[in-house]
């Protein structure tokens, strides 16, 4: 199991970002969570098998229709045994 927090910077607010990353990560059984910051840009972490984690690391590159990400940040973290994945406000 390995975790990855990354933070999204770009157009990535109001373009269902958040919602994507959810049903993705909830399809590749990757546990979590996703949140807009004040700062207009989306933070997540994902904790899970290898494979799916960096899948998701990948998909936030571009993101959903709609979005234009600038760069993504991927930080490496101890995982921390999450289960499940929510949308944190």
């Given at each position: 199991m390995i975790r990855r927090r990354v933070v999204v910077?770009?157009?990535?607010?109001?373009?269902?970002?958040?919602?994507?990353?959810?049903?993705?990560?909830?399809?590749?059984?990757?546990?979590?969570?996703?949140?807009?910051?004040?700062?207009?840009?989306v933070e997540a972490v994902f904790e899970g098998?290898?494979?799916?984690?960096?899948?998701?690391?990948?998909?936030?590159?571009?993101?959903?229709r709609g979005a234009q990400v600038e760069h993504v940040d991927v930080f490496t973290e101890e995982p921390e045994g999450l289960s499940g994945f929510v949308i944190r406000d």
């Open positions: 910077h770009g157009f990535v607010q109001g373009v269902y970002f958040r919602d994507s990353t959810k049903r993705l990560a909830q399809r590749d059984d990757v546990a979590g969570w996703v949140a807009n910051r004040a700062d207009g840009t098998e290898r494979e799916e984690v960096e899948r998701l690391v990948d998909w936030t590159r571009t993101g959903p």
